[in-house]
T-cell receptor
Framework: DTGVSQDPRHKITKRGQNVTFRCDPISEHNRLYWYRQTLGQGPEFLTYFQNEAQLEKSRLLSDRFSAERPKGSFSTLEIQRTEQGDSAMYLCASSFPGQGNTEAFFGQGTRLTVV | RKEVEQDPGPFNVPEGATVAFNCTYSNSASQSFFWYRQDCRKEPKLLMS???SGNEDGRFTAQLNRASQYISLLIRDSKLSDSATYLCVVKKGGSYIPTFGRGTSLIVHP
């Protein structure tokens, strides 16, 4: 399968615990995005990487959230001291370098439930 | 005001009907526009890009109105399999960040 891969698909954690999610983008894609989606809402932008550089972060990304893409390939998103409000689907997407109408391809997401 | 606004619906239509969704965007510097489709509990997938001259793909037609800052999606001869959420996506000029609307839910019934 050469699509965007996310792991794990589901995560249940207790409030206050730390969690880490992984995203493997399509191999030739240098742009990588993290989004969060809750029920009835569209994906909300969290952060964007071009190669290994984190170029943009949303105000939604509090200091409990951190993302890395150390070698410009896979990326991780860590949430520290999880809260119930963090329960959501975390989506990763990647896109090919280019101008204009370049499509973002999404992984199947990691569904986080904080209990 | 949200950057991308959509009527969440649901739009409930019979098979064979024609249905249209609009999406408005607030930033006049927006340059790239897309419609994505998202099935229940699945990831979003590109349905079509929206070009300035409008474009058509089978039963689907997308149009852009820059003056009024909206894009539209028209679905003709609706099928049961068209039932999904349709997400409007906008990128500002010079930005690589796709911004999503909340989506419009379509339910096609027999």
């Amino acid at each position: 399968d050469t699509g965007v891969s996310q792991d794990p698909r589901h995560k249940i954690t207790k409030r206050g615990q730390n969690v880490t999610f992984r995203c493997d983008p399509i191999s030739e894609h240098n742009r990588l995005y993290w989004y969060r989606q809750t029920l009835g809402q569209g994906p909300e932008f969290l952060t964007y990487f071009q190669n290994e550089a984190q170029l943009e972060k949303s105000r939604l990304l509090s200091d409990r959230f951190s993302a890395e893409r150390p070698k410009g390939s896979f990326s991780t998103l860590e949430i520290q001291r999880t809260e119930q409000g963090d329960s959501a689907m975390y989506l990763c997407a990647s896109s090919f370098p280019g101008q204009g109408n370049t499509e973002a391809f999404f992984g199947q997401g990691t569904r986080l439930t904080v209990v | 005001r949200k950057e991308v606004e959509q009527d969440p619906g649901p739009f409930n239509v019979p098979e064979g009907a024609t249905v249209a969704f609009n999406c408005t965007y607030s930033n006049s510097a927006s340059q790239s526009f897309f419609w994505y489709r998202q099935d229940c509990r699945k990831e979003p997938k590109l349905l079509m890009s929206v070009y300035s001259s409008g474009n058509e793909d089978g039963r689907f037609t997308a149009q852009l109105n820059r003056a009024s800052q909206y894009i539209s999606l028209l679905i003709r001869d609706s099928k049961l399999s068209d039932s999904a959420t349709y997400l409007c996506v906008v990128k500002k000029g010079g930005s690589y960040i796709p911004t999503f609307g909340r989506g419009t839910s379509l339910i096609v019934h027999p």
